[in-house]
């Protein structure tokens, strides 16, 4: 089982229907589609785990801000998609926006990238930063896109410009509009206890306990915060489709017990959602 997966809706390569089939091929029986900042490619998603046997938990991933910190949220077991997708309409306008201001500094750097290039490589996805440094490393103007993050996209490199993002309440908030359960993702070191909890406390359902990422401190760590905090564990592999050692499809084998863990709080949110 993998609950984080990416297709070429956001920044993965593969479509998410070949991502099904990957995951089929991979004797996964279950998996989270978490495109960036949209839910496009869950229907074609859907059609395939029908015809494979692949259990699909529709998702999104989400980037967040507390207190000046990045945070990913990931957006599993959606339900209500047409009610979520009128929030997500903007941000993907202000991801656009982000990727013409790079591209200009690229461009004010002497790299030579357009931003149809980048058009050509998002095609009708949610475009980020992935996009961008393919269409560099098309443009023969680095060697890799790992190159491209290092030198140039990368937090805090010559041509990064920060993305807008929302506050972690509203984030939350639009997953459960949405009819999911809103899991921090990937949190790494700075998972504590105390951070756990006040997300917890802004809404949060439950963390990321496994991810490539994470150092087995981490899963230690965090996977005792989320027992002890009585919120849902998850995991996967952040897998975009492509070549990455750390990252692989298959390789981050998620607990089927922590879906059906999933699957009792998901319930138990529409049931209070309903009386509400």
Do not use: C, Y
Not at 97 to 125: K, Y
Not at 135 to 144: E, I, W
């Amino acid at each position: 089982m993998d609950l984080q997966l990416h297709s070429n809706a956001s920044d993965g390569a593969l479509t998410p229907a070949a991502l099904v089939e990957a995951a089929s091929r991979a004797s996964l029986v279950a998996i989270a589609l978490t495109d960036h900042d949209t839910v496009a490619g869950i229907p074609a998603a859907k059609a395939a785990a029908e015809r494979t046997g692949v259990r699909l938990v529709a998702g999104i991933e989400l980037s967040a801000v507390e207190q000046s910190r990045e945070v990913h949220l990931l957006g599993l077991h959606l339900s209500r998609l047409d009610e979520i997708e009128r929030d997500l309409v903007r941000l993907r306008e202000d991801r656009r926006s982000r990727a013409q201001h790079i591209v200009s500094r690229l461009n004010e750097l002497g790299v030579p990238v357009t931003f149809d290039d980048v058009l050509r490589e998002a095609q009708d996805g949610s475009i980020g930063r992935p996009h961008i440094a393919r269409a560099m490393v098309r443009r023969g103007a680095v060697a890799d896109t790992r190159a491209a993050f290092d030198r140039f996209l990368g937090s805090g490199r010559a041509a990064f410009v920060p993305k807008r993002a929302l506050g972690v309440r509203e984030s939350i908030a639009l997953v459960h509009r949405g009819g999911g359960l809103a899991i921090w993702a990937h949190p790494g070191a700075e998972g504590t206890v105390e951070r756990i909890t006040a997300m917890r406390d802004a809404g949060l359902d439950g963390v990321e306990v496994l991810h490539p990422g994470h150092t087995p401190a981490d899963v230690t760590r965090i996977g005792a915060a989320v027992e002890a905090l009585d919120l849902v564990p998850s995991g996967g592999s952040d897998w975009h489709g492509v070549p990455d050692p750390r990252r692989t499809l298959g390789g981050m084998r998620v607990p089927l017990a922590w879906l059906e863990r999933q699957d009792v709080r998901a319930r138990e949110r529409a049931a209070r959602s309903r009386v509400a």
